[in-house]
């Protein structure tokens, strides 16, 4: 069965979200999509919270978030680009590279970050690669491009 966005605006709720990726808690990182063109872009939203585990130990005394896990996050976005793509084969994307990602500003809990993945290209079905930014309060925090691959 095909999973399709329910709303007329496009926007996905966070039970939503987890009919199209496989990740869950503490990995489950998007809370809302709230902007998407299927095939081409979608804008979400990850609220970051000081109950998150990871805050235990990065940094006890001045709680930041980690990069990887806002790559992780831009990764997921991207991830429900491709879920939404009717032509492209069912399974499993993961990582496949990472290139030129930067980290601009600190993320810390009570921040939300906006994330913004456009793909830029699919190849043989099977790979893709998306253009992702994440921003706080209107400011870059984080961009870079992302590779996929489907795991057979």
């Known amino acids: 069965m095909e999973k399709q966005l329910s709303s007329e605006n496009n926007q996905l709720s966070s039970q939503e979200i987890l009919g199209l990726l ?4 503490p990995f489950a990182l998007v ?3 709230i902007e998407h063109i299927p095939g081409k872009k979608a804008v979400a939203l990850k609220n970051v919270t000081m109950n998150e585990p990871q805050f235990q130990g990065h940094f006890p005394d001045r709680p930041l978030m980690p990069g990887v896990l806002i790559v992780e996050s831009m990764a997921q976005v991207g991830g429900i680009i491709v879920t939404q793509m009717p032509d492209l ?3 499993l994307f993961v990582f496949a590279g990472i290139n030129n990602v930067k980290f601009r500003r600190p993320v810390v809990p009570g921040d939300q970050l906006v994330i913004t993945c456009e793909l830029l290209s699919i190849k ?7 253009k992702g930014e994440a921003h706080v309060e209107g400011k870059l925090v984080c961009a870079g491009e992302l590779m996929f691959s489907l795991v057979d």
Request: glycine fraction near 12%.
């Open 22 to 25: 496989p990740h869950r808690f």
């Open 31 to 33: 809370d809302r999509v």
């Open 89 to 91: 084969p069912k399974g």
């Open 124 to 130: 043989r079905q099977r790979f893709g690669k998306v």
